[in-house]
């Protein structure tokens, strides 16, 4: 921390990457690779770099507002937070502690997560709080619940460099984990024997370094890996004493693989390519298995996950340097939400409801007699039950599940059924913040400060950088406030997040003297401040204050956390997804990452830099289905199925199988008009782990015949939601709008120049030039040019970045007309 630099960790993915920060009077943000962190040695990616340009305020919400009051009524913290509590009491005095529920995230900090948690569970009295952890990592979970006896990740990042084979499934890691996926790349140049092979229905970036590409039909992954266990116990592969010594279960578990039927129809490879790739796992002493979303987001994803670590566990593959199934995670700490136990199934610190000695434990520890002791709504059900009428008050915590959560529609109607729904987010303006009736500015990434875990259980700090915006506090600030008003005092009285933190340590060792939990903390427990404030980042199990990088993996005493200490195979058979095409839906859409987008595009929606990798939402199709169902690469073209509809641009790519489509999941409607695939995603889930299926959806596509397009330029966001089709690209003087229409060029000029009028009347002078088919205007205010329209019946790429350039070095220019004039003559 030198010359104002400040570490902290970055506010994306799971990789958890060091980053340093350092604020510049302006209030921006100078960002670099931490190169002491283990995570990243100092590498970013795009989004990391890119840090910097979305600390900006633009849309913040900045205090407390009552909506349930027209046009919104701001309040005092004071009140808000009563108010929270006087609703969720009364909710609870009247209809039961299950009358309540809490939504939170993967993006809350450990701090946050633990009071949530704490709240809900130990003192509301129920075990409502579920997480958007549930659309994400919650297979997993089940999978290595049911194998291991925890939650438990057992390799290291360093695993991966040590590994002479990585078979990566369902994980577009060049994109989705790059820093992960660099060092890869850097591992396999410097060690030439290394294999990677890619397994995934789409030819993604991530195949970039892979040696085989297997394209496997979607849904068709327990088939493959059922395979491998067969052929691993044909050809004599099998680790024996391994099996014999430390797991249960294995002869019925090959029994029912041997079951496994026509793996090269079901999978859709070749025996060819099936029997290179068994024989590459089987012939390999160290293998890692990365996967990720392709594996979880499924109806059979528990099992996915399972036949996984079946092979694993029959060739002695885990527990050693170079070996493992990792699972990685998807959110800054989507690990940490699982630690301190918030989803609905589990109880805290890795301890279960299922287990009389954990309740205990957990009551004791925090004083309660209300602790919940059975389970809670897990996220879709908790929706369907709130749609139903039985959720009176829910509290939605850095999520959007109006985006986010299948079947959009099904969702609006579930929080307009909720009497009362508060959400905290950064933003005021969101597709969920737009049903709540209190909205809570939360602190966000450089405002707020605590301890984020990544995907190899590394504990890092987020640090506090710059002041937050308006009257923004803390969610674990917000939370304990109203638990102290609903008549917790004691239990919430927290005065900075490093007590937080400290006390959950202190859980994580309660009755685990003899290591009977794989998370223990005991190292951290005795943190004083400054210790916290300095903290370092630490792999757990941390037995004591880890003062140099260690790298632990998990197992390597082959002791797992069953009963009798011995892992689990699980008897598994392919199941088909829970929907299936038809001659009306015969196309399956798929649906994922862009490499510089994140998410509901909150956060990344605020960068130009970042905008320009993908500047509009697509379909990739491949050219037989593209020719097919005449659409044309650059059209823009119609998704759609009973449920609902999706538009975008028509990419055509031989890197999709046929009949399959790949959509971008960050566009929604404050960005782009329908371009939000969870219109049509139904929530059909993972009968173990209540994980929706995203990525499996029967629908159909035709391409769309506009008459006319538009580029709009603008210093404001606009509302153009009677438009035909229209999306938003963030550029560096403000907005870039596309636009396409059925009107004529002449009808959509008309209803485009109303929309000058939109910011908030400060016109100064409207003019317009006309060249041939060309109708081009500007909205000329006070010193600048706050918005800049192009109409044509088409427009060329070439024309909208010509536009973005106009636009952003003339807009502090005040003289528009000159501009104008050059322009058409
Ligand atoms: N740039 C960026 N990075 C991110 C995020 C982001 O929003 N943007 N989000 C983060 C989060 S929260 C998460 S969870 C991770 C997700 O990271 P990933 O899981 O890597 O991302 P996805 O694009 O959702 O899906 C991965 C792949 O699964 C494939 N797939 C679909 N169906 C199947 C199937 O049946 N079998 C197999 N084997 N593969 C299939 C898809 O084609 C896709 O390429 O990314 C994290 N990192
Ligand atoms: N179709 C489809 N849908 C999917 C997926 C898919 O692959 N396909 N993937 C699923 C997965 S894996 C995930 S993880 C989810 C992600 O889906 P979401 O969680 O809905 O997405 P985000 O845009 O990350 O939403 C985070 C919100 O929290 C706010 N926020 C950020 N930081 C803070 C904070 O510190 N405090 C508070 N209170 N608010 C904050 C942001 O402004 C934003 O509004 O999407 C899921 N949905
Ligand atoms: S790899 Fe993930 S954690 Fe690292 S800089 Fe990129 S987004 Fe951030
Ligand atoms: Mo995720």
């Not at 009524?73 to 039961?96: C, H, M, N």
């Not at 030439?192 to 993604?204: L, Q």
């Not at 259980?457 to 710059?466: A, D, F, K, M, V």
Request: proline share 4%; hydrophobic share 35%.
């Amino acid at each position: 921390m030198t010359d104002g630099w400040i570490k902290t960790t970055c506010a994306y993915c799971g990789v958890g990457c060091g980053v340093e920060a350092r604020p510049k009077l302006s209030g921006e943000l100078e960002i670099r690779g931490d190169k002491s962190h283990p995570a990243n040695f100092g590498k970013l990616c795009t989004k990391g770099i890119a840090l910097g340009d979305t600390v900006i305020h633009d849309g913040r919400s900045l205090e407390p507002v009552d909506y349930s009051i027209e046009n919104g009524k701001p309040l005092d913290w004071d009140t808000a937070t009563s108010q929270v509590a006087r609703k969720f009491s009364e909710a609870i005095e009247k209809y039961g502690s299950d009358s309540v529920a809490f939504y939170v995230s993967g993006q809350l900090l450990t701090e946050d997560y633990y009071v949530a948690n704490k709240l809900i569970k130990g003192f509301m009295g129920t075990s409502n709080i579920d997480s958007n952890s549930r659309l994400c990592m919650a297979s997993s979970v089940v999978g290595h619940k049911r194998a291991f006896g925890s939650d438990t990740v057992p390799v290291c990042y360093d695993d991966l460099e040590q590994s002479e084979l990585i078979v990566i499934v369902g994980s577009n890691l060049a994109w989705c984990h790059p820093v992960l996926f660099q060092r890869l790349r850097t591992a396999k140049q410097n060690n030439t024997a290394m294999k990677i092979v890619v397994v995934d229905p789409r030819k993604t970036d991530t195949c970039s370094i892979a040696d085989e590409h297997l394209a496997i039909n979607s849904g068709s992954d327990v088939s493959l890996f059922n395979g491998l266990l067969n052929h691993l116990n044909n050809h004599g592969c099998l680790d024996e004493v391994f099996i014999e010594s430390h797991t249960n279960g294995f002869a019925r578990t090959l029994e029912l693989s041997q079951s496994e039927e026509g793996i090269d129809r079901v999978t859709g490879l070749t025996t060819e390519q099936l029997t290179n790739f068994y024989q590459l796992f089987a012939e390999t002493e160290k293998v890692v298995t990365i996967y990720s979303q392709g594996v979880n987001q499924s109806s059979s994803g528990s099992d996915k996950v399972n036949s996984i670590i079946n092979c694993h566990l029959a060739t002695g593959k885990i527990g050693k340097v170079g070996c493992g199934p990792f699972s990685v995670t998807g959110q800054p700490n989507a690990m940490g939400g699982r630690e301190v136990g918030a989803l609905a199934n589990t109880l805290a610190a890795h301890m279960e409801f299922e287990n009389p000695e954990h309740i205990a434990t957990v009551e004791n520890f925090w004083k309660t007699d209300k602790l919940a002791t059975k389970p809670g709504l897990k996220a879709v059900e908790m929706f369907d039950a709130m749609a139903e009428g039985k959720i009176k008050a829910v509290w939605i915590m850095a999520t959007n599940p109006v985006v986010s959560l299948p079947n959009s529609e099904k969702i609006k109607a579930a929080l307009k059924t909720c009497p009362y729904v508060v959400v905290s987010d950064c933003i005021e303006d969101t597709e969920t913040t737009r049903f709540a009736d209190l909205v809570l500015p939360a602190q966000g990434w450089s405002e707020k400060s605590g301890t984020v875990t990544n995907s190899e259980r590394r504990i890092s700090r987020q640090r506090r950088l710059l002041p937050s915006p308006g009257m923004a506090k803390p969610d674990w600030w917000i939370v304990s406030q109203v638990g102290q008003k609903m008549g917790f005092k004691e239990a919430f009285n927290y005065r900075h997040e490093g007590e937080v933190f400290r006390e959950y340590a202190q859980l994580t060792i309660q009755g685990n003297r003899e290591g009977q939990r794989d998370l223990d903390l005991i190292g951290l427990t005795h943190l004083d401040d400054k210790g916290y404030s300095r903290l370092e980042p630490q792999q757990w199990p941390v037995k004591a204050l880890q003062t140099e990088i260690v790298n632990q993996r998990l197992f390597s005493n082959y002791q797992f956390f069953t009963d009798d200490k011995r892992a689990r195979f699980i008897p598994i058979q392919h199941a088909s997804p829970k929907s299936h095409t038809n001659d009306e839906f015969p196309l399956l859409l798929n649906s994922g990452r862009t490499r510089d987008h994140w998410h509901t595009m909150t956060r990344t929606g605020l960068s130009a830099r970042l905008a320009e990798h993908r500047t509009e939402p697509y379909v990739l199709i491949h050219p037989e289905t593209a020719a097919e169902f005449d659409v044309e690469n650059g059209q823009v073209a119609k998704i759609y199925n009973a449920q609902g509809e999706f538009q975008a641009r028509v990419e055509v790519t031989k890197n999709m199988l046929q009949k399959q489509l790949f959509v971008p999941i960050h566009w929604n409607n404050i960005t782009a008009k329908n371009s939000k695939p969870c219109d049509l995603i139904a929530p059909h889930t993972d009968d173990f782990s209540g994980q929706p299926e995203f990525k499996h959806t029967p629908v159909t596509l035709k391409g769309c015949h506009y008459h006319s397009a538009a580029i709009f330029a603008s210093e404001l966001p606009m509302n153009l939601n009677d438009l035909d089709y229209w999306c938003r690209q963030k550029i560096e003087k403000g907005y870039l709008y596309r636009i396409e229409s059925s009107l004529s060029v002449y009808e959509l000029t008309q209803v485009l120049k109303q929309k000058l009028h939109g910011s908030e009347g400060r016109t100064l002078s409207v003019e317009t030039g006309i060249t041939g088919s060309q109708h081009r205007f500007a909205n000329v205010i006070q010193q600048g040019l706050s918005q800049l329209v192009i109409i044509q019946t088409g427009i060329e790429e070439w024309q909208i970045e010509e536009a973005i350039s106009d636009f952003n070095s003339l807009f502090d220019i005040t003289a528009e007309l000159a501009f104008l004039g050059q322009r058409s003559a």
